[in-house]
């Protein structure tokens, strides 16, 4: 059935201007997921998905043993056979050390942040993963690009909360109008947007926003810059849904939920941030993507058809020029390559803030992932970067620390391992 959803797939983005995206789950302790796990070792296979184990915490508890778990017939609830956790968990890391797939999910941790349990279990997330849903639920996401939240405070750059806290609050109000605004497929669709009233506000720039502030991503205090601003971002989105809840009346399925409980507030919406990859946004907003680093100073943008757009990042000239130490050759030279770190004209300073992906230990990546994670209501979207030489057992050191750090699921990728990279 996948296959043919993914044939589907191929043969509607034949005639649009944009691929088709799916998400393919099946739960680690399903019959088939060795097959699934494997299944994109030929790399003709499943082009239009994006795949990820889910990973339950009775798993995780056998893997810690070293014992062996159950693998549970989905239709009558009963074990079917066992698998050693230790032996399928290196087969998930030594796939994902190939090509980048699977990813995993915490299911069980997204499960326990599910505010209408009644409804039902969470099977899925959407194909970036950071929106875990309900059986027909659309997402509905929107971002604040934070390269834009800032001010100029003593010739430095600062975080502009009220500027930032009045985006939010009108980000929330335009994206629960868009639940009533939209039209949707199917009436269960719906019912389902309507119902719940989710929505999902997250940030793009960040790294931008980081450099601008002369902070190193990967630092101490970039991990603390993350949570403040998520923090602030989150508190802030609730407290404008209890003010809409009081408009227009808190989200149809509210009782029942988490919120419905005595003395509780009311709320519109039931979650109301989330942290996506913003691929398309952040290249109409001309801001990095998502929480992501710098991928590279310069590169080629592969679009369709194989056209190649190249770009230089546009803060280098920037602080350059705020720092006193711009050139004429010094875009020519990142524009062809060149190293920003052996540049002698460049300040140590300056460097230590343009950080591309490579630089960025496993570890940082994932600690950053987590401190967003802390104050998101749904989940965090991040590509856990990892240089060509990156061993099995550094993914799977990586997928361990994302379930320690209270991260809802992680995707790893050693650079190299696609050829249409």
């Given at each position: 059935?996948?296959?043919?959803?993914?044939?589907?797939?191929?043969?509607?983005?034949?005639?649009?201007?944009?691929?088709?995206?799916?998400?393919?789950?099946?739960?680690?302790?399903?019959?088939?997921?060795?097959?699934?796990?494997?299944?994109?070792?030929?790399?003709?296979?499943?082009?239009?998905?994006?795949?990820?184990?889910?990973?339950?915490?009775?798993?995780?508890?056998?893997?810690?043993?070293?014992?062996?778990?159950?693998?549970?017939?989905?239709?009558?609830?009963?074990?079917?056979?066992?698998?050693?956790?230790?032996?399928?968990?290196?087969?998930?890391?030594?796939?994902?050390?190939?090509?980048?797939?699977?990813?995993?999910?915490?299911?069980?941790?997204?499960?326990?942040?599910?505010?209408?349990?009644?409804?039902?279990?969470?099977?899925?997330?959407?194909?970036?993963?950071?929106?875990?849903?309900?059986?027909?639920?659309?997402?509905?996401?929107?971002?604040?690009?934070?390269?834009?939240?800032?001010?100029?405070?003593?010739?430095?750059?600062?975080?502009?909360?009220?500027?930032?806290?009045?985006?939010?609050?009108?980000?929330?109000?335009?994206?629960?109008?868009?639940?009533?605004?939209?039209?949707?497929?199917?009436?269960?669709?719906?019912?389902?947007?309507?119902?719940?009233?989710?929505?999902?506000?997250?940030?793009?720039?960040?790294?931008?926003?980081?450099?601008?502030?002369?902070?190193?991503?990967?630092?101490?205090?970039?991990?603390?810059?993350?949570?403040?601003?998520?923090?602030?971002?989150?508190?802030?989105?609730?407290?404008?849904?209890?003010?809409?809840?009081?408009?227009?009346?808190?989200?149809?399925?509210?009782?029942?939920?988490?919120?419905?409980?005595?003395?509780?507030?009311?709320?519109?919406?039931?979650?109301?941030?989330?942290?996506?990859?913003?691929?398309?946004?952040?290249i109409i907003a001309g801001c990095s993507s998502g929480i992501e680093p710098f991928y590279s100073l310069s590169y080629a943008r592969q679009v369709l058809n194989g056209?190649?757009?190249?770009?230089?990042?546009?803060?280098?000239?920037?602080?350059?020029?705020?720092?006193?130490?711009?050139?004429?050759?010094?875009?020519?030279?990142?524009?062809?390559?060149?190293?920003?770190?052996?540049?002698?004209?460049?300040?140590?300073?300056?460097?230590?803030?343009?950080?591309?992906?490579?630089?960025?230990?496993?570890?940082?990546?994932?600690?950053?992932?987590?401190?967003?994670?802390?104050?998101?209501?749904?989940?965090?979207?991040?590509?856990?970067?990892?240089?060509?030489?990156?061993?099995?057992?550094?993914?799977?050191?990586?997928?361990?620390?994302?379930?320690?750090?209270?991260?809802?699921?992680?995707?790893?990728?050693?650079?190299?391992?696609?050829?249409?990279?």
């Amino acid at each position: 059935f996948m296959r043919v959803f993914n044939a589907a797939t191929e043969a509607i983005k034949q005639g649009g201007a944009r691929r088709g995206a799916n998400m393919g789950i099946l739960r680690v302790d399903h019959p088939d997921i060795i097959s699934f796990i494997t299944v994109k070792e030929d790399p003709a296979e499943f082009l239009n998905f994006n795949l990820s184990a889910a990973i339950t915490d009775g798993f995780m508890d056998a893997l810690e043993k070293g014992a062996d778990y159950p693998l549970v017939n989905p239709r009558t609830g009963l074990a079917v056979g066992f698998k050693n956790a230790a032996e399928v968990f290196g087969r998930i890391a030594e796939c994902a050390w190939k090509n980048g797939e699977p990813g995993v999910i915490f299911i069980d941790r997204i499960n326990r942040d599910n505010p209408t349990p009644f409804l039902g279990a969470i099977e899925a997330v959407n194909p970036c993963g950071e929106q875990p849903l309900l059986n027909y639920e659309p997402c509905n996401l929107g971002s604040v690009n934070l390269s834009r939240m800032l001010k100029r405070d003593g010739g430095r750059y600062a975080l502009d909360y009220e500027k930032l806290g009045h985006t939010v609050r009108l980000s929330v109000r335009f994206l629960d109008n868009v639940i009533d605004m939209g039209r949707y497929p199917s009436k269960e669709i719906d019912l389902m947007a309507k119902g719940n009233r989710k929505i999902g506000l997250g940030v793009m720039g960040f790294a931008d926003m980081l450099t601008r502030l002369r902070v190193p991503y990967g630092s101490v205090e970039s991990f603390r810059a993350a949570e403040d601003v998520m923090r602030f971002i989150g508190e802030t989105a609730w407290d404008e849904s209890r003010a809409l809840a009081k408009e227009r009346g808190e989200f149809p399925n509210f009782k029942g939920s988490v919120f419905d409980r005595p003395g509780g507030a009311k709320v519109r919406n039931a979650t109301s941030t989330t942290v996506a990859p913003t691929g398309t946004l952040s290249i109409i907003a001309g801001c990095s993507s998502g929480i992501e680093p710098f991928y590279s100073l310069s590169y080629a943008r592969q679009v369709l058809n194989g056209v190649r757009i190249p770009e230089v990042n546009p803060l280098v000239e920037e602080v350059a020029r705020e720092e006193g130490f711009y050139t004429p050759g010094l875009l020519d030279y990142i524009a062809g390559g060149g190293d920003l770190k052996k540049r002698d004209d460049v300040p140590q300073a300056v460097k230590a803030v343009f950080p591309v992906a490579f630089d960025i230990s496993a570890e940082g990546h994932i600690r950053m992932q987590a401190a967003f994670q802390n104050h998101t209501d749904n989940a965090v979207s991040k590509t856990i970067n990892l240089a060509p030489e990156a061993s099995v057992e550094d993914v799977r050191k990586a997928y361990l620390l994302a379930y320690k750090l209270g991260c809802k699921g992680i995707t790893v990728y050693r650079s190299g391992t696609r050829a249409a990279q």
